[in-house]
């Protein structure tokens, strides 16, 4: 059995592709899918296909392949996208805003509940149904919201990278255990504090330098 801690983050990368890959066919009245079908489909090889899916614990069936129900199920389970995760969003530009904007993150079960950010002249204002509360007034928020019962466990972090440990430190307070960090900086964490840094810069070069390739 592979350690939870050790597991391949390409396989991780590339579940959401055969997510989406497999909700189109079920859509269309599919029922059972093979490797070689969402490899040809994806321009992969099958056999990588069948490692990805081995680290969600289904194995398909020779000859037949997969059920494509109990297999996004497997997906959506390992992801942790079959349950909601309460977060905390700080800076509301114009990624902050298209973020709070795209319906597709719902269906990932991201579930935010807070919305923050240091401009007073956003304070009240609404985003997508996201009323802007004043930074200086998180650890208030997360005590009321608390109260309710209601657990924030992630934050996401759309701020310059000046400010992105600020506000990841003050996110520590409120008890978040991961950090979707799109500044463009290395954050200081605690150990039980998990961060995945969004490269949008990186992404960015790697994709103009093969386009410069292409040229040569």
């Known amino acids: 059995m592979i350690n939870p801690k050790n597991l391949p983050i390409p396989s991780i990368q590339r579940l959401p592709r055969y997510l989406r890959l497999l909700e189109e066919a079920k859509a269309r009245g599919e029922r059972v899918v093979s490797c070689t079908r969402i490899a040809d489909d994806l321009g992969q090889l099958s056999v990588q296909v069948r490692k990805d899916l081995a680290i969600t614990g289904v194995t398909g069936r020779p000859k037949v392949g997969y059920r494509v129900d109990e297999l996004i199920d497997a997906i959506r389970n390992?992801?942790?996208?079959?349950?909601?995760?309460?977060?905390?969003?700080?800076?509301?530009?114009?990624?902050?805003?298209?973020?709070?904007?795209?319906?597709?993150?719902?269906?990932?079960?991201?579930?935010?509940?807070?919305?923050?950010?240091?401009?007073?002249?956003?304070?009240?204002?609404?985003?997508?149904g996201h009323k802007i509360i004043p930074f200086g007034e998180m650890l208030d928020y997360v005590k009321m919201l608390n109260g309710y019962g209601i657990v924030v466990q992630m934050g996401v972090i759309t701020v310059p990278a000046s400010a992105a440990q600020d506000v990841a430190d003050k996110l520590v307070q409120c008890g978040v255990r991961g950090i979707w960090n799109y500044a463009p900086t290395v954050l200081e964490l605690p150990e039980n504090v998990v961060c995945e840094n969004v490269k949008l810069s990186e992404s960015f070069a790697v994709l103009t330098n093969r386009m410069r390739n292409q040229d040569l």
């Open 78 to 128: 390992f992801l942790g996208w079959n349950q909601k995760t309460n977060a905390f969003l700080v800076g509301v530009g114009n990624l902050g805003s298209a973020i709070l904007n795209y319906a597709g993150f719902v269906t990932h079960g991201l579930n935010v509940v807070g919305v923050f950010d240091v401009n007073p002249r956003l304070r009240g204002k609404e985003v997508n």
